[in-house]
């Protein structure tokens, strides 16, 4: 369309704008917040619990994708409705609201890589070039789940408010479902099996070792991770068809 | 004008509301009627029933009817915000529909940033509205409070910054519902010089209104709606007469 990317542009810096309108530090917060909550992570795990550098990187790693992953989910549910005063007035393609919303969160995902970075002046990481390759393969893959997520969820959101609630719940569920602050090894074997099949425990898993041990990535994990990598695609597809079909009926239920 | 094509064709346009009866929220009201869950009591309520028209290039049409006429609702199948139960919108031409003024504008960001907000959703390019940002800003006479948070500014003042950013949008069709009754009338006076100039550029205007005074200085035409149905009874004075009358 004539100015989707516009408006895209628009609605994400806006975002920004109002999130640190009226606060006298601004737009330092952006590093500030994902700063101090990491540090208060890393101090309990590298003081307390005395964990190696692997794990509290991976850790963080973990922590950055899974906050991206819900506050994505949350954002783009949230989106059309939190839209509703101008979508009721104007006719634009409805997309954007939800893909700005989504792409929020990657931004908020890259900012905290700033933070990371910081970290890893004190605990090295070890990506390499095709670790990088896999990594970024891995958040791709995040953002197209929770883009096609909220194709559905977004519009089903309108007509059943419920869903906000039960979907808090589930990313706690998923959360904990998800090896974060634990390994998939200690878990009893036919544990391991279900924990698999979350599409996020592999995305986790490979972003950690692209970015972590770079050198460990071998040609079979592009092809693991390539057959995760399909099901946020068939998602994405699926959730802009269904978002289309069903948006053009959607206004006045807001 | 006959040979033209015309620019917006209405067929058939009925557009039906659920109007529930009874009011069942809580989990407590689905439990003892389980049924309900799935089917709600109530009816369709037709707003529209049946509206016909075809208005062509370079018309200023005036749309008349008491409240809850179906006006509001016209006027949003014709932005194409909603879809109608049955019949066909065409619109050959691009269109702004102004169904409200300011529509994005966020009372924590300055003047300024609300300027491209709108301008934005309005379908204006950043690069042309930092063109025109000095002649909006000039037009609405908010020069000293464009940096300034728009919950600062009077209601009179977000009404006057947000017709200037709306002035700047270039399209075919305008959509006008009710904004002709902005501002004081020295203000007002500048609002009427833009419609005059729409019509002299030979833009199409559909104007939503319950001005009888509007209707006769800028329409060409008007139509009378009532009870979802739209009547064109022929002549400006017809449409006014049977308005007044109800």
């Known amino acids: ?254 | 004008m006959e040979l033209d094509k015309p620019i917006i064709e209405l067929k058939n346009i009925k557009k039906n509301f659920f109007l529930p009866h009874e009011k069942h929220d809580t989990f407590i009201e689905y439990f003892s009627h389980p049924e309900r869950l799935f089917r709600r009591a109530g009816e369709q309520y037709e707003v529209l029933k049946d509206v016909d028209a075809k208005i062509y290039p370079g018309e200023f049409v005036g749309i008349m009817g008491r409240n809850g006429s179906g006006k509001s609702t016209l006027l949003k199948i014709l932005a194409g915000i909603y879809t109608p139960t049955s019949g066909k919108v065409i619109t050959r031409g691009k269109m702004v529909p102004f169904l409200e003024l300011g529509v994005g504008f966020n009372p924590e960001l300055s003047g300024r940033e609300n300027v491209y907000m709108n301008g934005i959703i309005l379908g204006m390019k950043k690069r042309d509205l930092q063109k025109k940002y000095d002649e909006i800003v000039a037009f609405s006479e908010l020069e000293k409070f464009m940096d300034a948070p728009l919950k600062n500014y009077s209601s009179g003042m977000q009404v006057r910054l947000a017709f200037s950013i709306a002035i700047m949008a270039d399209a075919e069709i305008y959509l006008l519902d009710e904004v002709l009754a902005v501002g004081d009338v020295a203000f007002q006076q500048k609002c009427f010089e833009v419609f005059r100039k729409y019509k002299s550029d030979g833009k199409t205007v559909i104007l939503v209104t319950h001005s009888a005074g509007s209707v006769k200085e800028f329409c060409d035409r008007a139509l009378f709606l009532k009870d979802g149905v739209l009547h064109d009874l022929g002549s400006i004075d017809k449409v006014i007469e049977a308005y007044i009358n109800g």
Not at chain 1, 60 to 88: D, H, P, Q, R, Y
Not at chain 1, 193 to 206: E, F, H, S
């Open chain 1, 1 to 254: 369309m004539f100015n989707y990317y516009e408006l895209l542009k628009q609605f994400i810096s806006t975002d920004f704008k109002l999130r640190y309108k009226n606060s006298y530090l601004g737009i330092i917060w952006i590093i500030l917040k994902p700063l101090a909550t990491f540090a208060v992570i890393y101090l309990i795990w590298s003081n307390i619990f005395k964990m190696d550098a692997d794990y509290k990187m991976g850790l963080l790693m973990g922590i950055m994708i899974m906050n991206m992953f819900s506050e994505g989910v949350l954002n783009g549910l949230t989106s059309l409705m939190s839209k509703a005063g101008v979508i009721l007035k104007i006719n634009f393609s409805r997309e954007v609201v939800v893909i700005s919303a989504v792409t929020i969160s990657l931004i908020d995902f890259f900012i905290n890589m700033i933070v990371f970075a910081i970290f890893s002046l004190s605990t090295p990481v070890h990506p390499t070039f095709i670790g990088l390759l896999l990594f970024l393969m891995a958040i791709v893959s995040v953002f197209l789940l929770v883009l096609g997520l909220s194709f559905f969820s977004s519009i089903i959101y309108i007509r059943l408010r419920d869903i906000h609630n039960l979907t808090i719940v589930i990313l706690q569920l998923i959360f904990w479902m998800t090896p974060i602050y634990y390994q998939l090894e200690m878990l009893p074997l036919n544990l391991q099996r279900y924990i698999k099949l979350n599409p996020l425990t592999l995305i986790v898993t490979y972003a950690r070792k692209g970015m972590i041990n770079g050198a460990g990535v071998r040609g079979e994990d592009f092809l693991q991770l390539g057959i995760v990598f399909l099901i946020p695609v068939i998602l994405f597809t699926a959730g802009l068809i269904f978002f289309r079909k069903k948006i053009t009926k959607i206004a006045e239920y807001f």
